[in-house]
């Protein structure tokens, strides 16, 4: 139900936007997030909107540099990414959930559906 798009080669200090379409109906009443996987790494949260408020939060490594912004007409998130890093390359994942509880909002396993992925290479 989440098709995520957008990833490719940049260079450091380029930008990607990618993308996350939803072929549901998921809105304010879903928690969406951004997570990443770097190869030998756990999969860990980039950024998310919680449900109901709307908040958005990042992770500390990202912040000021990732922006999350969802296209409610579109049922489309998206993860603007600037100034990118090496340590940025890693497979981008988007989730959503109607039912995250907030403590476990930054936890992968608390999410009902995700996107197949797409591949973000930061070369320094």
């Known amino acids: 139900q989440l098709q995520a798009s957008g990833g490719g080669l940049v260079q450091a200090g380029g930008s990607l936007r990618l993308s996350c379409a939803a072929s549901?109906?998921?809105?304010?009443?879903?928690?969406w997030s951004w997570f990443r996987q770097a190869p030998g790494k756990e999969r860990e949260f980039v950024g998310g909107?919680?449900?109901?408020?709307?908040?958005?939060s990042y992770e500390d490594s990202v912040k000021g540099r990732f922006t999350i912004s969802r296209d409610v007409a579109k049922n489309t998130m998206y993860l603007q990414m600037n100034n990118l890093r090496p340590e940025d390359t890693a497979v981008y994942y988007c989730?959503?959930?109607?039912?995250?509880?907030?403590?476990?909002?930054?936890?992968?396993?608390?999410?009902?559906?995700w996107g197949q992925g797409t591949e973000v290479t930061v070369s320094s």
């Open positions: 549901g109906r998921m809105g304010s009443a879903y928690a």
């Open positions: 989730a959503a959930s109607p039912t995250i509880i907030l403590s476990q909002f930054r936890v992968p396993s608390s999410y009902q559906y």
């Open positions: 909107i919680k449900r109901s408020s709307g908040v958005i």
